[in-house]
Nanobody
Framework: QLQLVESGGGLVQAGDSLTLSCATS????????MGWVRRAPGKEREFVAA????????YYADSVKGRFTISRDNAKNTAYLHMSSLKSDDTAVYYC??????????????????WGQGTQVTVSS
């Protein structure tokens, strides 16, 4: 069981930056691919970004490419999502996701083995 705790959400203005964190106390963290999936009001769940177990490869949705950066620190059992040039369309609940395959493949399909509770990001225009 991997318990994921997100933090860092909040209310920001368009053009601002924000960094989300996803932490766990489990040492097996380094075996999982990690990612972020979001759900905006009235919309389907949407893949945002993923990183492989060793941080070697990252994946991004076209809508955030060039603006968001996913990273991880396996020594701290923490994954991050740095978001810049935020737009009102980025307003959503952001969920941290862990994928035991390590590849991030399932996260890109909006799936995962373990999920955080979600953190709200609101971007005002």
């Amino acid at each position: 069981q991997l318990q994921l705790v997100e933090s860092g959400g909040g209310l920001v203005q368009a053009g601002d930056s924000l960094t989300l964190s996803c932490a766990t106390s489990e040492r097996t963290f380094s075996k999982y691919a990690m990612g972020w999936v979001r759900r905006a009001p009235g919309k389907e769940r949407e893949f945002v970004a993923a990183v492989t177990w060793n941080g070697g490869t990252t994946y991004y949705a076209d809508s955030v490419k060039g603006r968001f950066t996913i990273s991880r620190d396996n020594a701290k059992n923490t994954a991050y999502l740095h978001m810049s040039s935020l737009k009102s369309d980025d307003t959503a609940v952001y969920y941290c996701v862990a994928d035991r395959s390590g590849s991030g493949y399932y996260i890109q399909s909006g799936q995962g083995d373990y999920w955080g509770q979600g953190t709200q990001v609101t971007v005002s225009s």
